[in-house]
């Protein structure tokens, strides 16, 4: 294979669909030899903040000098992005050579009588044995969907799992209530192992500790009061770490915008400390240094200024509420152009709660996505609910007129599904409205 034949094989494989189970990859990984076995593993499940704490986590070991790999989905702008090595993208001779490896192996599955697996399945066995091939120390492995029964979960031993925000998203996988939702994400929790828990209502905080006990695995619960916000503008968060015991550090600024993000910060800051503790060597310097250095393109992202331009891919509600609380922090509440998208099966009244209300007008896009929903059918269900100017554009070509006669002052953000985030902002880097990347 080359690289578009592999890119065209793994798409190919989602006509078999999102079967949650570990059956199939199982037997993939072992087939491959279970790659997974060769580094150390740090899982990162949750609903919201898996991506920013995961690359928090990654800069700071990078930093520390460990040969860190990063495992993401989905991906921004291109396909390499979801397998990365000291923020290094995979190069596309190896994920072509590894591709044609997996098919390989799934071919002897299908003649085992197994099922075929799914994209996802495919990815994750790739990346799985591209880290081992670069024989890297750590790596930082985001789960898919869930955590019970996400493919990532095929790691046996892993030496640090994390479980983020849980909010609702994916309900007719992971059921209809937070309750249903923490039990599918504490999945991930493995016997006489590590658990870093995010900030949770107690409710949500005892069913995952209960399969903490049930596990034998030691847990520890980030601690709001153990941060202290010292300022937060356009340009970042700076904020103090109150607990002394593993990191001695005075003032920490990270680039993540919105008030969420120091939360993120504070799991991951407590989950360097688990891994520090396990015996590795991390500095304060490496933590201030590779908070300083992490980005996260695609969530808040301010990519231009005059007039701002922002992406954002906030897709549940959740997510949603974040966005229009940032809005309000860092603009005042003043009235935003937005360019909008999102997928059919997501919560459409979210943003008419939230994001609507602070609109001046709205663009709707059509995601590249197949479960897109359609930009004149999301602008439809605008006009039916509001009086705000609501355009559906037909093509992306079409956002360019949009921002050069926006005014200096004029505040434009592209929100709602990642699948349309990315295009944008590759496409408004190509046309010279990226002033800040």
Known sequence: MNYEEAIEYIHSTYKFGSKLGLENIGKLVELL???QDSYKIIHVAGTNGKGSTCNLIKEV???????????ISPYLEEFT??????NETIDKNSLARITSLVKDKIDIMLTEGYNHPTEFEVVTAIGFEYFKEQNI????LEVGLGGRYDSTNIVKSPLLSIITSISYDHTEYLGDTLEKIAFEKAGIIKENSNLVIYPQAKNIKNIIK?????????????????IDKI?????????????????????????????HQLLNALTALLSLEVIKKEGYNISSENVKNGFSNCKFPGRFEVINKNPFIILDGGHNIDGIKQLSKAIKD?????????????LKDKDSQAFFDYILPLSKEVYTLTPSNPRAMEAKDLSE?????????????????????????????????????????????TLLKNSGFANKL
């Open 33 to 35: 030899g279970n790659p």
């Open 61 to 71: 070991l990078v930093d520390a000098g460990y040969k860190t790999g990063l495992f």
């Open 81 to 86: 992005e979801r397998i990365q090595i000291n």
């Open 137 to 140: 120390d750590f790596l930082v």
């Open 210 to 226: 209960k399969k903490a006990i049930e596990n034998n695995t030691k847990v520890y619960e980030a601690n709001s009061t153990n």
């Open 231 to 259: 300022k937060s503008d356009i340009s970042g968060q700076w904020f103090k770490y109150l607990k002394k015991d593993v990191f001695n550090i005075d003032e920490l600024k990270i680039n993540l915008l919105g008030e």
């Open 330 to 342: 860092y603009f005042n509440n003043r009235k935003i152009i937005f360019f909008y998208s999102m």
């Open 381 to 425: 269900l605008i006009k039916n609910n509001s009086n705000i100017k609501t355009t559906a554009l037909d093509s992306y070509d079409q956002i360019l007129p949009v921002i050069k006669n926006a005014d200096q002052s004029d505040i434009i953000i592209f929100a709602g599904s990642l699948y349309m985030v990315g295009g944008v902002r």
